[in-house]
């Protein structure tokens, strides 16, 4: 069964500290992993990783994926308060048609 | 604002009753996704419509059943509704179903809460 491993579930740290979130996947036919950061409502995009060892940068956050031990993190450094919400990762399975296998998400929080 | 829209955006209802769920995808996109998010399940597929056929099924439970329309926006039906199925529920939409992912855009979900 395909699946998506998130670590940790939740994290609360000081604003300033670096954080690293874990996702692990087990997938038949990788493709790509997608990280998502949800505040309220929807999910939206933040990287699409399909090759290992190319880094993904955006900001203060980047995303890094390793193929051969089938994992990815996010990395966000110098957090502040508004990097507070739920991060997702998933994996699209595409056969024929395309499906997100999401992870349980880590929930971070950022204290003032 | 990703351009996918939902209505409504709360429904309350009771035990037993039957709510439609609406979705209006991106302008241009022919593929639509329901998903379903509860606290204990975390974020899951439902089923996914491609220029109004279906074109892939997830965890979707018989009592449920979708559709999308020739002007491609969706219905999400939900009958004989239980407590469990309240959860947050997410369409999201993309340009097409072909064999390389294309990213798909969320709308801002309907949160249907069942007493």
């Known amino acids: 069964e395909d699946k998506v491993v998130q670590s940790p579930l939740s994290l609360v740290v000081h604003e300033g500290d670096t954080v690293t979130l874990n996702c692990s996947y087990e997938v038949t036919n990788f493709r790509s992993l997608l990280w998502y950061k949800q505040e309220k409502k929807a999910p939206t995009f933040l990287f699409m990783l399909t090759s290992s060892g190319i880094e993904k940068k955006s900001g203060r956050l980047s995303s890094i994926l390793d193929k051969k031990e089938l994992f990815s993190i996010l990395n966000i450094t110098a957090t502040q308060t508004g990097d507070s919400a739920i991060y997702l990762c998933a994996v699209p399975l595409i056969q024929g048609a395309q499906k997100l296998v999401f992870g349980q998400g880590t929930r971070l929080t950022i204290n003032p | 604002d990703s351009g996918v829209t939902q209505t409504p955006k709360h429904l309350i209802t009771a035990t037993g009753q039957r709510v439609t769920l609406r979705c209006s995808p991106r302008s241009g996109d022919l593929s639509v996704y329901w998903y379903q998010q509860s606290l204990d399940q975390g974020l899951q597929f439902l089923i996914q419509?491609?220029?109004?056929?279906?074109?892939a099924k997830g965890n979707i439970l018989e009592r449920f059943s979708a559709q999308q329309f020739p002007d491609l926006h969706s219905e999400l039906n939900l009958s004989s509704l239980e407590l469990g199925d309240s959860a947050l529920y997410f369409c999201?939409?993309?340009?097409?179903?072909?064999?390389?992912?294309?990213?798909?855009?969320f709308g801002p979900g309907t949160r249907l809460t069942v007493l």
């Open positions: 419509y491609y220029n109004g056929e279906e074109r």
């Open positions: 999201a939409s993309s340009v097409d179903a072909g064999v390389k992912y294309n990213e798909q855009f």
